[in-house]
């Protein structure tokens, strides 16, 4: 005989839930009554952000060279250096959020997420370990590059500096990347070595003399942003900006998005709690909430139109048709 | 009537007086299952009147068939044996076909080029060399697997290196460890019993004295001593027993030693004799040899099965036997036998194989979209790529600049994007499906197994699952094909009645219960009362016409038989109990109410039988016995009685006997018999003609020398003795019948009322006569007053067609005025064995299937077990209704085989029918639980879970896709390597195994107690490929929401890809686990165990992955969850996915209600009843 358990009969214990039209209406009415509220103040959140954006690849090309705007980039006799003027549309509050925005650039592309060597960051002693970093592996003489691979090779070396009349605007350029990034990821003795030596030069140039987990701009740059068009962080500025200052920013403009289209922006930005100015979360929330009130709505007028007894053995197939069998 | 053209030669028979008659012709039963091919049925259908009942068990197998055609799907059996096998158990030995067995000389025995094999036996599938590479190649059979390996090598290529190497065969390598181990644990289990199997020790003779030796040292030839109750430890022929006349028992069988061995010492044996037998065989019922004794005249002794003792059966009631081995090890009967049970794929499986396909189809579609894509964008692209940071195309290191660098033209691009499309997507087709299925099928089986409601307590028998591919399949049987005999009824045949000299003595009135007064002799199994007047007639007839055939009636009982008392030593000194040893049922039955009448059966020895007369002590000579076969149908003994007459005693089936019987010797009796007969069984008694006829010394003697010389004949003796036996069997005195009880088993009636309910229509196939049949049917309410009964019955083609074009026109009139009036009058079909042949022989199965797929009920009778088979087939051929045949004989296995499921009834008649069954029980009426409940949960549960191991596995893979479209369509994921490899077998695998084995739909007592419920299988409602599509909208809804809503959220910002990966792998695990808990429906504290484990221990995967400073998504799911950002969108993705889920259910649940939604309200309302009046529940338990 086997031996009787709960268990063994498939009798555990269970809860049996069933969804009864007043369990329906409850949860759309409760799903609106939290995403409608949600979705308003993440809306006001978003609207709080002030955000000014400035295109500037196309615009800091001189006039002559529109044309030919590779040329210009890649002519290192050519000046680099560009003005551009910003006017604050709202006040400011600090900190204010300098960030680089690339568009049209695959940081996700599978070649350049790939061609990367982790392992050689955070160790001096791993310096040769270069695998995974084709094509920017080593030298043309076969030195080991540190950091290796496309992604450190393609280093986005634009600079910005503000002023605000007269006043220089500092941009604080620390601890902009993750703490952890810094502290386990980019090694405290690692330098770089044989970086941008190549025939063909990527973006930025690293000082030789700074430890890898110091270079914040790259391990803000080895982040690779999950989507084509992405910002990144470029420093933060203490101090408050008012409505109408003009801000002049001078910046050099040397990373090259002429060879495949790119834009490059820069972007000013306060934060919230939600981060930067996007209201397409409020909108959903709003939406879904107010759909799902609706949904309540709907829900109980059918219930109202057609209701159905729960459990009624009448409904069942053979009472409905007792011909059938 | 046709002339018997070539009769199938039956076992051959040497033993003269002793065969069993029951077991040589299970043996044929068997046999003409696996030989059918080879052998050419006649149709010799005697055409008289009513046909008579049968005498055992065993002669259903009266299958004859004009021509050589053979029963469709005979070639469909997977018994294969070879040629040899076949002429060894057909013809008779040929020196070629046979092995020499030399008698206690296993030296000479295994002299090469023989080398038998020794005792050992090794079930086990593998050796710890072999397991890996031998595993792997088993499970490398699997389709499946093959595609992942082909990916994982793939995925070696460097340019198409899409995961690291260690993860691109995690999952492969999982799967396959999950099952390797599985296997190497049961494989190690069968180690281990074939290691105490061979570590016992047998006494074995060495150097002339018996010595222990473990069972794996047997050689063939050595001469083996057995105790009582020590189990054989391989097949051996019997040299000697305790017993003076050779008798041994094993396991119920009779065994002999031949009278020529058992009086030599069995050391002396050594030379002097060889054995001469058959090749190893399966067939377990026959055994063909000649022992060849070289002493001083040169002998030839012929063997048949009844002198062979085979491993595993346990020696009884014998104090010691010793034996020849003949076959050891893996060469025994028994380990012939053990082949696997029958490997089935269920319906569900294939129709998953059709989705497989669409996913398949789906797979190749969306690497198709990335691989053309991907080359419009390198088109676009083209003269960008070379300068542009992210791609990087020359190589100016190792190509002077010349070079590209891993890119080889647009061309190579599309199908270099193809291939990693499909590396990345590839587990679109769910690799753990299968793994889970196996998982879920032992969970299933365990609590099959483990079902309290499932266990006979009477047999001691546990519900077993044989076959672990097809449980699903019993939650949608629309048809059951069931044997009578020991399936509907329990094979305990109770003497009822008798019809004597043409007087009727089945008066209830006049029984009065056995007085055990002053019997000196009590049967073990005595009938509960006798005939009062019968007793009397016995007692003090005296010399009356009327008593003396009474006396010789039951004279006939107690001697034409085959059965073996055994005399037990009962409480009472004085009283002996008798066990009576025999193999078929009705003749223990005969025997026993011989004995108590008066007539008791005490002693049989190989020459002769005593018999207590009426108190007094009688010796009859047994001179011949013609056994059983399906041809005759009838069994005679001749027997030289203690005042000199020889007297021959015949019974057998009535058509047969009347066919025997000299009708002009007294026509009113004959006439007075019939009726009787009919009266019979139309009670439903198994009833059974005895004539007689006593010899003349010169017809004695001339039947005496046929006898003699067919017996040793070396060719054809089976033949022979038929002849022999037909030329004696004529010219009867008709002495009586006999009417015998096969009582119904419990719950029967009910179990077939619950499954006409069900819709499964019951179909019985019984070797019976059709009024037995008939009653049979009605008492266990198969047939109903209301039916309509449709009755085909035979005796030549046309008028079978004609009764088959009337049963059409009928069922038509039927249909036609069913479609008005609501009323339809239910209609059964009545048919028996000859009709079958007709309608198969001429092509007329597509009426007969038009006829019977029309009615409610089915009844088969006089069926052989071929035909058992061909009936089966004609279903499964033509409809696509799900069919499962039970039974419990030799008889049956051929249609256990044909049906989608096969049944076993562990019961009496041996274990042919479970060894061949994917699943066993111990009573018919498990049938209800095990089809209603389990079957339905079965089939619930995996139709489910395969629907949403599609919609899981497709989820993810969708949202793989959307991001693909964003990285230039080039295969990046933004969820990492690692969590692509463990979702399907770590995040999401869990929760939908539980709850394919724990949750239930509905409970047991609601299943049970709507019948109908079970309808919802039959229609596939569970999985169709309607609720496929829905489950595959749902799915590119949710990955719609999980991509989307993250994607626009983070769009221009400083997102990185590790954070939004890790973003989209909780969500994604969160979405499918939502769903279903969302479709869960009875929760226990396991299915939530299961389900909200499964998303803690993702994020805990997830947290272990981000921790890893080398991986470049290193601290992002922290630096992440501390955002409100996160946890808005994981909040919204999971609305916005599960919102049209949600609709949907709540609209399919309130507005278009199924039946097992309503049940399952009935159920919940019932529960909340129940708890507020707990004394109600207990009244309706009592009810259920």
Partial sequence: ?325 | MDVPAKLPDPVPSPILRHSPSSGSAMSRSLRSVVDMPSVTFAADMRSDSTRGAESTASSFESFRRAGSRPVPGVARLPTRRSASERAGSQRDLRDEDARFVYINDAARTNAPPARFPDNSVRTTKYSVLTFIPRNLYEQFHRVAYVYFLILAALNQVPQLGVFSPVASVLPLAFVLGVTAVKDAYEDWRRHRSDKNENNRTASVMVDGVFRPKPWSDIHVGELVRVVANETLPCDMVLVSTSDPTGVAYSNLKTRYAKQETLTTPPEQLAGAAVIRCERPNRNIYGFTANLELEGGESRRIPLGPSNIVLRGCELKNTAWAVGVVVYAGRETKAMLNNAGAPSKRSRLETQMNRETLFLSAILVALCSVVAALSGVWLRNHEHDLELAQFFHKKDYVSDDGNGNYNYYGIAAQIVFAFLMAVIVFQIMIPISLYISMELVRLGQAYFMIRDTNLYDASSDTRFQCRSLNINEDLGQVRCVFSDKTGTLTQNKMEFRCASIEGVDYSDIARQQPVGEGDRIWVPKKMPVSVDREIVELLRNGGETEQGRHAREFFLALATCNTIVPLILDGPDPKRKIIDYQGESPDEQALVSAAAAYGFVLVERTSGHIVIDVLGEKQRFDVLGLHEFDSDRKRMSVIIGCPDKTVKLFVKGADNSMFGVIDKTMNPDVVRATEKHLHAYSSLGLRTLVIGMRELSQEEFQEWQMAYEKASTALLGRGGLLRGVAANIERNLRLLGASGIEDKLQDGVPEAIEKLRQAGIKVWVLTGDKQETAISIGFSCKLLTREMTQIVINSNSRDSCRKSLDDAISMVNKLRSLSTDSQARVPLALVIDGNSLVYIFDTDHEDKLFEVAIACDVVLCCRVAPLQKAGIVDLIKKRTSDMTLAIGDGANDVSMIQMADVGIGISGQEGRQAVMASDFAMGQFRFLVPLLLVHGHWNYQRMGYMILYNFYRNATFVFVLFWYVLHTGFTLTTAITEWSSVLYSVIYTAVPTIVVAILDKDLGRRTLLKYPQLYGAGQREESYNLRLFIFFMIDSIWQSLAVFFIPYLAYRKSTIDSASLGDLWTLAVVILVNIHLAMDVIRWNWITHAAIWGSIVATLICVMVIDSIPILPGFWAIYKVMGTGLFWALLLAVIVVGMVPHFVAKAIREHFLPNDIQIAREMEKSQDSHDVTHPEVQMNTMARA
């Avoid at chain 1, 063994?8 to 369990?23: F, R, V, Y």
């Avoid at chain 1, 006043?167 to 405290?188: A, C, Q, Y």
């Avoid at chain 1, 044989?194 to 430890?211: E, R, S, V, W, Y």
């Avoid at chain 1, 879904?288 to 009130?293: D, E, K, N, P, T």
């Fill in chain 1, 1 to 325: 005989m086997p031996k009787y358990s709960k268990f063994t009969q498939q009798e555990l214990p269970a809860c049996k839930p069933i969804l009864t039209p007043k369990w329906v209406v409850s949860v759309f009415f409760l799903v609106g009554i939290i995403f409608v509220p949600v979705g308003v103040v993440s809306l006001l959140a978003a609207r709080d952000v002030v955000e000014i954006v400035d295109r500037y690849d196309d615009a800091c090309v001189p006039a002559n060279m529109t044309d030919n705007k590779l040329a210009y980039i890649q002519n290192p006799n050519i000046s680099k250096d560009c003005t551009r003027t910003l006017t604050i549309t709202e006040d400011m509050k600090q900190p204010i959020f300098v960030y680089y925005q690339l568009d049209n650039f695959y940081q996700n592309h599978r070649r350049y997420v790939k061609s990367r060597n982790d392992g050689q960051l955070r160790d001096a002693a791993k310096a040769n370990q270069t695998s995974a970093c084709e094509p920017e592996k080593t030298t043309a003489d076969g030195k080991p590059i540190v950091p290796c691979g496309l992604i450190a090779w393609s280093l986005f070396n634009d600079t910005y500096s503000f002023t605000r009349g007269n006043e220089n605007l500092t941009v604080d350029k620390k601890d902009i990347s993750w703490k952890s990034d810094r502290e386990h990821k980019f090694g405290k003795n690692v330098y770089p070595s044989n970086f941008q030596n190549g025939l063909l030069k990527g973006g930025g140039t690293l000082d030789p003399a700074i430890p890898l987990s110091e270079q914040e701009d790259l391990i803000v740059w080895m982040r690779t942003a999950a989507l084509p068009t992405f910002r990144k962080l470029y420093g933060r500025i203490y101090v408050d900006l008012k409505k109408n200052d003009t801000i002049t920013v001078r910046l050099s403009n040397n990373y090259n998005t002429y060879n495949f289209g790119g834009k490059k922006k820069l972007v000013l930005s306060t934060a919230t709690w939600l981060g930067g100015k996007n209201d397409f979360l409020g909108f959903a929330y709003v939406i879904v909430g107010g759909l799902c009130f609706f949904l309540a709505f709907a829900f109980t007028l059918l219930y109202f139109i057609k209701p159905r007894k729960l459990g009624d053995h009448n409904y069942l197939s053979w009472n409905r048709h007792p011909a059938g069998r």
